[in-house]
């Protein structure tokens, strides 16, 4: 690890695996070391970049193309590295960034079914090497996402149609962790939140004391 850099930590999931409560435990973690923090997220992170998080969130009639969001989720992308978290590693602020470039390889590639290979195209384009230090993958089963965010026990038939997609999503980050071990540490998110808190801090401890 390069000490006069900040550390880019990603966490990555899908909706309602805890990304966002894991978010605040590592950052405190890392605060604790005595490292200054930014907190961010994507798509978003910059004022135009939020913009076009609303457009890519927002519902609407016409069909949105696969392509069409990939294209947009790396222009948000591209203006988030560029003016917000580079600047911030240079200066020695670690990021920690509430999905990053693996999100496209589960949701577009994995979730919409563009192939891997134009995403990772994108991705040379874009970030011309740059990666996460770390990224936090938080998993746990489908069934037991949704009924976490929805607070209930059990999916109805409409959110049983779009487990078969969250699938999708779970398996092509499964894939990335797979592909990137070096980079890319699976959490089981299924547990309460201390124990994922635990887990959280023994992969945090691994990486710091390299
Ligand atoms: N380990 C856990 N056990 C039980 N509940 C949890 C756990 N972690 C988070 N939660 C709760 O689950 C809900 C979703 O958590 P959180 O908002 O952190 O997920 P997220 O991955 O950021 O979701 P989203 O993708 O929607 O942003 C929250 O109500 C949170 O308090
Ligand atoms: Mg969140």
Known sequence: MNKSKGM???LEGSEGVGKTTSLKFVQNY???LGHKVLLTREPGGTPMAEELRNILLSEREEKVEADTELLLMFAARCQHVNQVIKPALEQG???ICDRFVDASYAYQGGGRGLDFSRI?????????????????LLDMSVEEGIARTKKRGKADRFETEKMAFYEKIRA???????QNPQRMAVIDAAPDI?????????????????
């Not at 011309?128 to 936090?136: A, E, N, S």
């Not at 092509?172 to 797979?178: D, F, G, K, Q, V």
């Open 194 to 210: 201390s124990q994922v808190q635990t887990s959280l801090k023994s992969v945090l401890e691994q990486t710091y004391n390299q």
């Open 93 to 95: 602020t670690s990021v």
């Open 30 to 32: 890392i605060e604790s």
């Open 120 to 136: 990772q195209q994108l991705e040379e384009w874009c970030l011309d090497g740059f990666k996460p230090d770390l990224t936090l």
């Open 8 to 10: 880019f930590i990603s």
């Open 172 to 178: 092509a980050y499964l894939l990335r962790a797979e």
